[in-house]
């Protein structure tokens, strides 16, 4: 029995995965929850292994040899180029962060909405742009939820991206911070307090998680 999600084939975000070392297996197993010949009768599993994103050469330069990482003249970009060949948006896909409860991770991980359509890929919590892992850094999300994060968040950095490879771009040391939470559910009522928070004037705001009645009460701030 498939999830909702790899019945809708969005593995990547399947709500009861098994996890190893080098294997992310869906709960589906590849299949999407649908019967085949193959699946009636062989008793093997179908994994699915994470890979690295192949590197590519220069554009425009047919047979040119991939450019290691910490050869990159310009990272950040070639690292967006990558994200937009991994993560394509089909039209009409919804945010990867919608109704989730701790979306983006991060200092600050935000509720997510309630069923936007996705428009922008985003990297997060490591901002380098080369950390290009579908569903774990990088995300197909809104412009509401990817506005929102970074309103909260990017205080949290240094101001300037790391100059030398390796590139990771993470909180300022000392804050505490976590990995984005795919799989917990936000409350329907906590998504609708979200938005009368984020109506809220500067002035008027409480600390974010604050905000739900004392339920995820924790040390937020307003950036």
């Known amino acids: 029995m498939a999830c909702v999600y790899c019945t809708l084939e969005m593995c990547f975000q399947c709500s009861a995965p098994t996890m190893t070392d080098d294997l992310s297996e869906c709960c589906c197993k590849g299949t999407y929850g649908r019967a085949s ?7 093997a599993s179908i994994t699915t292994i994470v890979k690295e994103p192949k590197l590519k050469g220069p554009p425009g330069v047919p047979g040119a040899k991939p450019v290691p990482d910490d050869q990159l003249k310009k990272p950040v970009t070639a690292g967006r180029a990558r994200a937009e ?7 009409g896909y919804v945010c990867e962060w919608a109704m989730l409860d701790q979306a983006g991770g991060g200092v600050f991980p ?7 359509i996705a428009c922008d890929r985003h990297h997060g919590p490591d901002k380098d742009t080369l950390n290009n892992s579908i569903g774990i850094n990088l995300h197909r999300i809104c412009d509401t939820c990817h506005n929102r994060w970074h309103a909260l968040n990017d205080v949290c950095y240094e101001p300037e991206r790391p100059k030398e490879y390796p590139y990771t771009y993470l909180p300022k040391p000392g804050l505490d911070w976590s990995q984005h939470d795919r799989l917990t559910r936000a409350d329907p009522d906590d998504i609708q307090r979200s938005e009368q928070w984020w109506k809220l004037g500067i002035k008027e705001r409480v600390p974010y998680r604050l905000w739900f009645d004392g339920v995820h009460a924790s040390a937020y701030t307003v950036a």
């Open 110 to 116: 935000i509720i997510g909405c309630a069923g936007n």
């Open 85 to 91: 060949d991994l993560a394509i948006i089909p039209e």
């Open 37 to 43: 010949l193959a699946s009636l009768f062989a008793e």
